[in-house]
């Protein structure tokens, strides 16, 4: 096992289903320096509040029996599409700004959908993941995490 060590410019995305922050290490591999370079917001209210309607109803073909249908999560469904916003937007930003090193740090289901996004650009330059929630953390408690977190290379 080792160490996270950044490189001077590398970037680390932090994230979750309905935020995202993009930072860069102004400092070197000793010495972190994450700075905000930019931020994804995702409006994502309950499911309880963007769908209204009682769950359907499904008819047997054969007989009188019903059975009730599963009602939509439209809050998971925003989680999966903010998710796909984000690798898009990784995948634009690896070209323009030339990234070649990029951690990852994710709840494990969001970590999970991104492995699945990410364009193959974007994983070549991938150095680390880490299947944590950082993403309401301030900037200095996530260089913290980064620099106490050991992957297995």
Request: a positive charge; proline letters at 5%; charged letters at 30%.
């Amino acid at each position: 096992m080792r160490e996270i060590r950044l490189p001077h410019d590398a970037f680390v995305m932090v994230g979750d289903g309905r935020k995202a922050l993009l930072l860069r290490n102004h400092g070197d591999k000793k010495f972190a320096d994450l700075r905000v370079e930019r931020v994804f917001a995702n409006e994502n209210p309950p499911t309880r509040e963007q769908g209204t309607d009682k769950p359907g109803r499904a008819f047997a073909s054969v007989g009188n029996r019903r059975s009730s249908v599963e009602s939509t999560d439209w809050h998971d469904i925003a989680e999966h599409r903010f998710a796909s916003e984000v690798a898009g937007a990784l995948e634009r930003l690896v070209r323009e700004k030339r990234i070649k090193a990029l951690v990852i740090a994710a709840p494990p289901r969001t970590l999970s959908d991104l492995r699945r996004l990410l364009h193959a650009e974007v994983k070549q330059c991938l150095i680390a993941e880490v299947a944590k929630d950082l993403t309401h953390h301030p900037v200095n408690e996530i260089e913290k995490h980064l620099v106490g977190y050991s992957i297995v290379g």
